[in-house]
């Protein structure tokens, strides 16, 4: 199987390159597609620090790139943007399409330990295949400076790599997080059928249960929250996070803003604060 990735799109945008590419994943067992956003540059020998952008439920590697506007904001700090896919596909594994919320393009970014769900590894995958792919085969990117964030499910597992990886992200951020799964329906039916009926397990994979363990964090976490996003009080539970955060002293900036959605819309406005947000950590 060949695990180099290979270019399959190209389209250029605020004078850098929107790149998409395809590889076999060993993690995961199965073919995998992937963004690249390249910002422009002046030399060849320059390397780009990079922002993974963890995308939510049903999306692809796709959404961001076609519809976050972060690009703009990216080509003009000189920070690259990788965005993955959220689950495997194409392994036909039964019931894997049954519900949105569970299965492909749900993989919540855990590494699943049920036996029939066994490629679910996006955690690996995010961690440590795709950078290594990365530095192995994109010199023109500086793997070393990286930074971390993502959107409802993906704002889940931004948090949550960055608690557990202190060392490998410059900063972290997220709209709309999926803030404490352990208390909320998607994150419950996520877990039971991933993790089985383990709680301890389920914890590993709760930024509001891990950041009472990996509270060393110094730069300030930035999350974004919609007030009408009708996904807030029962799914997403940002103030439990908020209330953790504070509990140990972790810098947080939750901001709350009237009148967004859970939607792009509400990305597409703010997510020039959060590329300058990283780009300042980055920059260090």
Same mark, same amino acid.
């Given at each position: 199987?060949?695990?180099?990735?290979?270019?399959?799109?190209?389209?250029?945008?605020?004078?850098?390159?929107?790149?998409?590419?395809?590889?076999?994943?060993?993690?995961?067992?199965?073919?995998?597609?992937?963004?690249?956003?390249?910002?422009?540059?002046?030399?060849?020998?320059?390397?780009?620090?990079?922002?993974?952008?963890?995308?939510?439920?049903?999306?692809?590697?796709?959404?961001?790139?076609?519809?976050?506007?972060?690009?703009?904001?990216?080509? /003009?700090?000189?920070?690259?943007?990788?965005?993955?896919?959220? +689950?495997?596909?194409? !392994?036909?594994?039964? &019931? *894997?399409? $049954?519900?949105?919320?569970?299965?492909?393009?749900?993989?919540?970014?855990?590494?699943?330990?049920?036996?029939?769900?066994?490629?679910?590894?996006?955690?690996?995958?995010?961690?440590?295949?795709?950078?290594?792919?990365?530095?192995?085969?994109?010199?023109?990117?500086?793997?070393?400076?990286?930074?971390?964030?993502?959107?409802?499910?993906?704002?889940?597992?931004?948090?949550?790599?960055?608690?557990?990886?202190?060392?490998?992200?410059?900063?972290?951020?997220?709209?709309?997080?999926?803030?404490?799964?352990?208390?909320?329906?998607?994150?419950?039916?996520?877990?039971?059928?991933?993790?089985?009926?383990?709680?301890?397990?389920?914890?590993?994979?709760? /930024?509001?249960?891990?950041?009472?363990?990996?509270?060393?964090? +110094?730069?300030?976490? !930035?999350?974004?929250? &919609? *007030?009408? $996003?009708?996904?807030?009080?029962?799914?997403?539970?940002?103030?439990?996070?908020?209330?953790?955060?504070?509990?140990?002293?972790?810098?947080?900036?939750?901001?709350?803003?009237?009148?967004?959605?859970?939607?792009?819309?509400?990305?597409?406005?703010?997510?020039?604060?959060?590329?300058?947000?990283?780009?300042?950590?980055?920059?260090?």
């Amino acid at each position: 199987m060949e695990t180099k990735p290979t270019e399959i799109g190209s389209s250029k945008m605020f004078g850098g390159y929107n790149k998409r590419y395809k590889h076999f994943s060993r993690t995961l067992g199965c073919s995998m597609t992937f963004h690249i956003y390249f910002p422009p540059s002046s030399s060849p020998s320059h390397k780009f620090p990079i922002l993974y952008w963890l995308s939510g439920l049903t999306c692809t590697d796709e959404n961001f790139i076609i519809k976050s506007g972060a690009q703009r904001a990216a080509s /003009a700090e000189g920070v690259a943007l990788i965005a993955p896919d959220t +689950s495997p596909r194409g !392994l036909n594994v039964e &019931g *894997e399409a $049954d519900s949105w919320d569970f299965g492909v393009g749900a993989g919540f970014y855990l590494n699943a330990t049920q036996q029939k769900w066994k490629n679910w590894r996006m955690y690996d995958y995010v961690v440590k295949e795709l950078p290594k792919l990365l530095s192995e085969n994109f010199p023109q990117l500086d793997t070393s400076k990286a930074s971390i964030s993502g959107h409802s499910m993906g704002g889940h597992g931004a948090l949550t790599i960055y608690l557990k990886n202190l060392d490998k992200y410059k900063s972290a951020s997220a709209f709309a997080p999926i803030a404490n799964p352990i208390n909320c329906p998607w994150g419950q039916k996520a877990f039971t059928n991933y993790l089985g009926n383990d709680k301890a397990a389920w914890e590993e994979y709760d /930024a509001t249960c891990l950041i009472k363990k990996f509270h060393n964090v +110094s730069a300030t976490i !930035l999350i974004d929250q &919609g *007030e009408d $996003d009708k996904f807030l009080h029962d799914q997403l539970l940002a103030h439990k996070f908020e209330e953790a955060c504070r509990s140990v002293n972790v810098p947080l900036l939750l901001r709350l803003q009237p009148g967004y959605d859970h939607s792009y819309f509400f990305i597409s406005t703010f997510i020039d604060d959060h590329i300058r947000h990283h780009a300042q950590a980055l920059k260090l």
